[in-house]
């Protein structure tokens, strides 16, 4: 089979089988409170998910026929000593407009539908004007509408003051009606400002030959911001399309310079942080519609940030650029985010109470048909995740991908993602075809304690050539929810980026070698480099947060010779 046509029968295949995906998580999302094992849900807190249960329950309770009373003793479940006996007696033996349930209960604690109070008040109000009509002097007496006098009389200030209430309620609900953003869209967002520093060194770079050749191009202090803005507009109860609005400025860079043949491969991607995503404006960052198809099976389709992290749910509750860890290697496994999917479909299917499966088919670049683009052709992922809650207080997911990249860059932009040196010649690296396997473990020990871990394996190929290149990469954390104050945030996080740890590619593809010595010897990097980052998020109110944060790099680059950098910084959120 043709990989055209591969790829074509597996997109096939998703559609008919059906997505189901939680709501769209843009680069900086806040996802505080996230419950893994809970059922799917689309993440609208407005939005009606129907119950099968209660509405089967529903729909008997208020099928079955009610039949007229005459004395009060024939409801079984009405006792004199309920606070209501004396008003149900009046209604029954004085007007007889209560109606009582073929099995001979009032069922006075159940909720009463706006039909059954129509139909109540209708049947007392016929039983009245039916007594005013034939003058009954013993049921309706001038005494009783003495008594309504007064009792009118003295609480006319009450009856005025709420009139006066019910008037301003009217008048603020009208205001509100006009002046809302919209009766079907909800628009939410956040804002990040993030101050960082870092110390200055020198590396060994190219060529890597054990000499300290290259200063390192900027340790100025620098700003980096982020604005996401999103709409969520529901379509009925059970579907809505999410658009999303970003616009970013600032960076980390500049660093290591690697020279123009490498294109920066080996240590561009040390020091990025999780809402570092710099634009000229505001572009389009989510465009995808969401359908609940039944209660535990639902679709995700779309032309922007159809991709895993915004498809798969993450075991780490805490996972967020905005409220989270800071860098974009502790935010999840990098395998989650190759590919950096734009265009595709997505499912997440909850098959039992405590296990789901999420599936997704992404391009990166799905609305351009050209060589090595498109939907079919180009960057391309596929993956797939079995998410587990074992117990209330354990998540663990297992998740496969397979990724084809037109140039040889995964695209997770941490560590070694370009896998394939650029050729001098031609000025293009080589494509690779990536598998990918890792898990992720996520234990709440206390609600004050929770412990993490995640790895991840990938090996590659140029299609039709021998040889493959692997990767490895992992990650210990602990989070302390609620530390010295409830609604703060502690995190520590010690991890080693992908590492290219065997490349047997030939001459000219292989990356370590192009670097040591471009003899084509196999092997792999000759360090490794270990991120120490720990953070403390001040919760200052329930939208706005300040987070200072320490990131301590040893041997950047996956290279001894390099000097450790340290990064200091200081991230402000605000959400709405």
Known sequence: MSRSNGKTWIAVWLIVVGFNTVVSKAIAQDSRGTNTNASIDLNLNYLPISSTYFGEQYLQDNTEPMAQVTSVSQLKDVQPTDWAFQALQSLVERYGCIAGYPDEQYRGNRAISRYEFAAGVNACLDRVNELIATATADLVTKQDLVTLQRLQTEFAAELTTLRGRVDSLETRTAEIATNQFSATTKLTGLHIIGVQGRTSNRGDVNPRDSIQDTQD????????????????????????????????????????????????????????????????????????????????????????????????????????????????????????????GHGGIAIDWQFAKRASLQAIY??????????????????TTTGVQLLLTPTDTVDVSLYYVNNYSS??????????????????????????????????????????????????????????????????????????????????????????????????????????????????????????????????????????????????????????????????????????
């Open 362 to 379: 992404t391009s990166y670049k799905p609305g351009n048909p050209g060589q090595r683009s498109g939907l079919f052709d180009g960057n």
């Open 217 to 340: 191009g900027g340790t100025n202090t620098d700003v980096i911001s982020l604005t996401q803005l999103y709409l969520t507009s529901q379509f009925s109860p059970r579907s809505y399309l999410f658009t999303g609005l970003l616009a970013g400025k600032g960076g980390t860079a500049p660093r290591f310079d690697n020279n123009d043949v490498t294109r920066d491969r080996v240590s561009r991607n040390d020091v990025i942080m999780g809402y570092e995503f710099p634009t000229d404006n505001f572009i389009i960052s989510d465009l995808n519609y969401h359908w609940l198809v039944t209660d535990n099976l639902a679709v995700m389709v779309g032309t922007e940030n159809v991709s895993m992290p915004s498809a798969f749910r993450g075991p780490n509750r805490v996972e967020s650029a905005a409220t989270g860890p800071l860098s974009y290697f502790a935010q999840r496994n990098p395998i989650l985010n190759m590919g950096y």
């Open 407 to 576: 140039d040889g860059c995964l695209l997770t932009f941490v560590g070694d993602e370009c896998l394939t040196a650029v050729n001098s010649s031609t000025g293009k690296s080589a494509p690779l075809q990536t598998n990918a396997v890792g898990a992720t473990v996520n234990w709440q020990i206390s609600p004050n304690l929770t412990l993490g871990a995640w790895g991840g394996y990938t090996k590659s190929y140029i299609p039709g050539q021998s040889g493959n290149v692997e990767t490895t990469n992992y990650m210990v954390f602990v989070n302390f929810p609620d530390l010295f104050a409830k609604g703060n945030l502690g995190g520590i996080y010690i991890g080693q980026p992908p590492k290219i740890t065997s490349s047997t590619l030939n001459v000219g593809n292989n990356v370590p070698d192009f670097i040591n010595t471009g003899l084509g010897r196999a092997g792999g990097q000759p360090g490794t480099t270990t991120q120490i980052e720990a953070f403390y998020r001040f919760q200052l109110t329930d939208n706005i947060s300040i987070t200072p944060a320490v990131i301590h790099i040893l041997e950047p680059g996956h290279t001894p010779n390099n000097d450790p950098v340290t990064i200091g910084i200081l991230r402000s959120t605000f959400t709405f």
